[in-house]
């Protein structure tokens, strides 16, 4: 179980994340070497606004701040729209639901930060507590059990069910290939109804 930012005591045996990403090592591969061909899709602003949660307007800012950057494609020059991977928005639905419960910017990035460095298989089984000025890893059901006695946990955001969320929202939306730029529609149930509608007229 580790800690990021805030000044507040935590649990025993919580290690304070450092204010970077951990470079990688032989036993916790990079993210984009992990990438299986069905996450080789980039989603467009309005997708990853509509499937996270967020305003565009969010997304602009969080975007040109620096806090949440599209990893597929940065928007740069006249006409370049941005592109953003699927564990992007991931990390933009968690962050979304920090802020709405008041955890300080600072914090939030060091969260992101080390939400970026894990692998999938971390992420999978990882449950994000915070007080609301710390925001602690807990990577067993142990972890929160300590945290919530010992007054450190308020809320918890399970990263695995926010992964299934969004990957759930995504299947109905409209994405990208990044290797070819192909648009793959969505299986959005609307979508039939209107296809179905359209047979029985025609």
């Not at 990403?21 to 990438?35: D, L």
Request: proline share 6%; aromatic share 4%.
């Amino acid at each position: 179980m580790r800690s990021t930012g805030g000044e507040g005591s935590a649990a025993e045996g919580t290690q304070p994340l450092p204010g970077s990403p951990p470079q990688p090592s032989p036993q916790t591969p990079a993210v984009a070497s992990e990438e299986t061909p069905g996450e080789l899709l980039g989603y467009r602003g309005p997708t990853a606004c509509s499937a996270s949660g967020i305003t565009y307007r969010q997304l602009d800012y969080w975007a040109r701040t620096g806090l949440v950057e599209p990893t597929i494609r940065s928007a740069y020059g006249s006409g370049t729209l941005r592109l953003y991977s699927f564990r992007d928005i991931v990390v933009l639905k968690i962050v979304k639901r920090l802020l709405d419960t008041g955890v300080s910017l600072q914090n939030i990035r060091t969260a992101v930060e080390h939400l970026r460095s894990r692998a999938r298989s971390d992420l999978a089984r990882m449950t994000l507590m915070s007080d609301g000025a710390t925001i602690y890893e807990c990577t067993s059901p142990d972890d929160v059990v300590e945290l919530l006695q010992g007054g450190q946990g308020v809320f918890g955001i399970a990263v695995g069910v926010v992964w299934r969320d969004v990957q759930a929202a995504l299947s109905q939306l409209h994405g990208e290939r990044v290797d070819t730029g192909e648009t793959i529609v969505g299986d959005h149930p609307g979508d039939e109804l209107a296809r179905r509608r359209n047979n029985r007229v025609g």
